[in-house]
C-alpha cells in the first residue's frame, strides 16, 4: 500500500502516531506501507519518531 503526502505537512508526533498505526494494521496482515511524497522537514520528523510512539 502507498500513502501519498505530497500535499501534506506532518505537523507533531501524532500525525506520526497515525501513520504508525496504520503501518501497523497492514503489517499484521502482511502488507507493507510506503509513506511517499514527505517534505524535508515532515520526513525528518517521521524517521526519527516513526516507531517510537507505542501506546501503553
Same mark, same amino acid.
Given at each position: ?14 500525525s506520526v #502516531?497515525? !501513520? ?7 503489517? %499484521? ?13 515532515? #520526513?525528518? !520528523? ?7 510512539? %507505542?501506546?501503553?
Amino acid at each position: 500500500m502507498r500513502i501519498d503526502l505530497t500535499n501534506a505537512h506532518i505537523w507533531d508526533a501524532s500525525s506520526v #502516531a497515525a !501513520l504508525d498505526a496504520v503501518e501497523t494494521k497492514y503489517a %499484521a496482515r502482511g502488507k507493507m506501507v510506503t509513506v511517499v511524497g514527505l517534505n524535508e522537514r515532515s #520526513a525528518e !520528523l517521521h524517521k526519527s519518531l516513526a516507531g517510537r510512539l %507505542a501506546s501503553h
